[in-house]
């Protein structure tokens, strides 16, 4: 059985920084693309970034590229979300997932191309 925990959202202040985590169990890490969304109250959910299996492709939204940067350690089993300069339009829930059927080197940004999700974590950010 398939498993995502996030950890790390909280509480920060405009400008300020957190990092995401995402453990994965159930499967090898590497057969997975994973990715981060994330909901805010009374929005979609909607896609924040994407990478590859093999690490060596990742892709944004436009409203996070030059803060945010998604990475991965296999050896760990965990997908990351740096969050810097944080503002408060990202105030949200964050939530990982991760896709089966990609490539080495795919991307995925459609909702519907997850096949697992994590709980979410509130991330919070105050002007």
């Known amino acids: 059985q398939v498993q995502l925990v996030e950890s790390g959202g909280g509480l920060v202040r405009a400008g300020g920084s957190l990092r995401l985590s995402c453990v994965t169990s159930?499967?090898?890490?590497?057969?997975?693309?994973m990715g981060w969304f994330r909901q805010a109250p009374g929005k979609e959910r909607e896609f924040v970034a994407s990478?590859?299996?093999?690490?060596?492709?990742?892709t944004y939204v436009d409203s996070v590229k030059d803060r945010f940067t998604i990475s991965r350690d296999n050896a760990k089993n965990t997908v990351y979300l740096q969050m810097n300069n944080l503002k408060s339009e990202d105030t949200a829930v964050y939530y990982c997932?991760?896709?089966?059927?990609?490539?080495?080197?795919?991307?995925?940004?459609?909702?519907?191309?997850?096949?697992?999700w994590g709980q979410g974590t509130q991330v919070t950010v105050s002007s």
């Open positions: 997932a991760a896709d089966l059927a990609s490539g080495l080197d795919n991307v995925k940004i459609r909702r519907s191309a997850y096949d697992y």
């Open positions: 990478i590859s299996r093999s690490g060596a492709t990742t």
């Open positions: 159930g499967r090898p890490f590497s057969d997975f693309c």
